[in-house]
């Protein structure tokens, strides 16, 4: 029986705001390894105004983006263990969902609309984070980066989702704060509900989106006028 209305979430800085944990785990590789840190605040802010993104949206893309100039690939491969290493073991220290998260996943429930998380973290990390912070049994699948052959934004990585789901795409939503997550939903035709400060270099305005939130508070009368037929 087809759903009737599917939801996919993109998950840091959508549904949880992972900086904290995620800064903690960059600056203890590079301490450990002889290199610059940067404080949880300054990224922020740097995210926050647009001017430069320091986080990526999977562990193994924030790997590349801060090991990127390291020349020793062997070095280079066991920053990234050491990385993905200690972030899974310090996953939710500081870690928090986003203002109304939980509120608007009951009402979800309550409104018999399936729900998914399509991320490009790492499948086990995104399982474990979303278990440790208390709304994995919202979701009825998680798909992350290594899930499938392909990922954000390749629009199967949606699409695939809902097919599982047995659910329509006529009839899906996506919540995300980045460009991949709305190139993806633009690409399979799913209306996009865009976080404001995404985990992006890119300002809100540079980014495809048919609704712009600062958090969930509310949400459910944006989701609300896609449910009526």
């Not at 052959?149 to 996506?174: V, W, Y």
Request: aromatic share 10%; charged share 25%.
């Amino acid at each position: 029986m087809a759903q009737e209305y599917t939801i996919l979430f993109d998950l840091d800085g959508t549904l949880v705001d992972t900086a904290p944990d995620l800064m903690n785990a960059h600056n203890h590789v590079m301490k450990k390894y002889g290199y610059q840190t940067k404080s949880t605040e300054e990224i922020r802010n740097l995210v926050g105004q647009g001017a430069g993104a320091m986080i990526g949206r999977s562990i193994w893309g924030q790997a590349k983006k801060e090991f990127g100039k390291i020349n020793d690939q062997k070095i280079k491969a066991e920053m990234v263990k050491e990385f993905v290493s200690f972030y899974g073991n310090n996953i939710i220290n500081e870690s928090t969902l986003i203002n109304g998260v939980k509120e608007f996943l009951k009402w979800c429930k309550e409104k018999n609309i399936s729900m998914a998380v399509c991320t490009n973290k790492q499948e086990h990390l995104a399982i474990d984070l979303l278990k440790k912070i208390g709304i994995y049994d919202y979701f009825e699948y998680v798909a992350g980066h290594d899930t499938f052959e392909f990922c954000k934004p390749d629009p199967r990585h949606l699409t695939n989702i809902i097919e599982i789901l047995d659910g329509d795409i006529k009839k899906s939503l996506m919540f995300g704060d980045s460009e991949a997550d709305a190139n993806a939903a633009r690409a399979a035709s799913i209306p996009v509900i865009l976080l404001e400060n995404g985990y992006t270099e890119k300002n809100t305005n540079e980014i495809y989106h048919n609704h712009l939130i600062k958090d969930f508070i509310d949400v459910e009368k944006i989701v609300s006028t896609y449910l009526k037929d």
